[in-house]
């Protein structure tokens, strides 16, 4: 089931495929995934078993593809990155050519 936040401006992604692929759109080169809004978004889509991967797709015009870097993970204030997404979350980048 593919879905899109009702919020125009959600804090960590723009479009679902459910239970775990997550897509954001950008045209920046710095785009820091807020963890606590992630594992609200992880929860309510109800993966109960916590262990399936969570695939995290940056969709990027072609100008910013090459060169786009792994992003950082906004922790808040927790001092050590969580387990759950240490052994489950990964992160892709995905190209669309926007021209024509």
């Not at 997550?22 to 309510?44: A, D, E, G, R, Y």
Request: proline share 6%; with cysteine; charged share 20%.
């Amino acid at each position: 089931m593919y879905c899109q936040p009702k919020q125009k401006n959600s804090a960590s992604v723009d479009a679902i495929i459910a239970p775990d692929t997550l897509f954001q759109m950008t045209v920046s080169n710095n785009h820091p995934i807020n963890i606590s809004s992630l594992k609200n978004l992880i929860n309510k889509l109800g993966d109960k078993s916590g262990t399936n991967p969570i695939n995290f797709y940056f969709v990027l015009p072609k100008d910013l593809y090459r060169n786009f870097q792994i992003q950082k993970l906004h922790k808040n204030n927790a001092k050590v990155m969580p387990t759950w997404i240490t052994k489950r979350f990964r992160q892709y980048a995905l190209e669309i050519d926007l021209s024509s």
